[in-house]
């Protein structure tokens, strides 16, 4: 017998490699998930990404809307569809005075915070006004003229006709903001004269433009 070598023993001992497991790709459970993996991404390619997308653009982005009723008369009429950008929540300055907004009726004020939604269940009633006092505004309706802060503002998009209404002095608390239908007519508008000042997180949008119909495409102002 010869002598080995401390080198030659070692590589002689050393254990062998562990046997590698190799998933046979012919099999049919390899290409049944193979298949329903494929069906997948091309379902999600096809139908729910670009759903998840719109999704995002409707909830985050914007929307178009239609406009119900003459509250908002001349500025937007009846039947009227409007584009309203839903980022401009996100901004921290928004909204300014005289921005036309949708907004959500704040809670618990009966019978205007609720309307019939989608099958008949209830959802919180959604109107379209302007905005026309901001946080820490004291504001005054007298004989239909606005004040703020004690100076008359002069609104050159109201109706022709304004209803002589008037109502105590009212300081809007942080996070508040004063809404008003267009349409200043005898019972044409329920607004914050009515429901009160809205918060921060009712608004919903600014409407920017209108869409439809095409004579009267352009923004709103």
Not at 149 to 164: I, L
Not at 165 to 177: D, V
Not at 201 to 218: A, E, K, N, T, Y
Request: glycine share 8%.
């Amino acid at each position: 017998m010869g002598l080995i070598s401390v080198k030659d023993w070692r590589v002689k001992t050393r254990p062998p490699p562990p046997a590698s497991y190799h998933f046979d790709q012919s099999s049919p459970l390899c290409c049944t998930l193979t298949y329903v993996l494929s069906r997948s991404l091309k379902l999600f390619k096809s139908w729910l990404l670009p759903l998840l997308l719109l999704w995002l653009f409707y909830t985050f982005i914007g929307t178009l809307a239609r406009i119900n009723g003459s509250s908002m008369s001349p500025t937007l009429e009846d039947g009227m569809a409007v584009w309203m950008w839903k980022w401009s929540r996100f901004n921290s300055s928004w909204p300014d005075y005289g921005e036309v907004v949708a907004t959500l009726v704040p809670p618990n004020q009966t019978p205007y915070s609720t309307e019939s939604g989608i099958f008949g269940s209830e959802r919180r009633t959604r109107y379209v006004k302007r905005v026309v006092g901001k946080p820490g505004d004291t504001l005054e309706l007298k004989e239909g003229e606005l004040l703020r802060n004690g100076t008359k503002v002069a609104e050159k998009y109201t109706s022709s006709e304004v209803a002589a209404f008037s109502s105590e002095k009212i300081t809007l608390e942080p996070n508040q903001y004063f809404v008003l239908g267009d349409n200043r007519r005898l019972g044409e508008s329920i607004d914050s004269r009515f429901f009160g000042p809205v918060t921060r997180l009712d608004l919903l949008g600014r409407v920017s433009w209108v869409v439809w119909p095409l004579s009267s495409w352009g923004e709103v102002r």
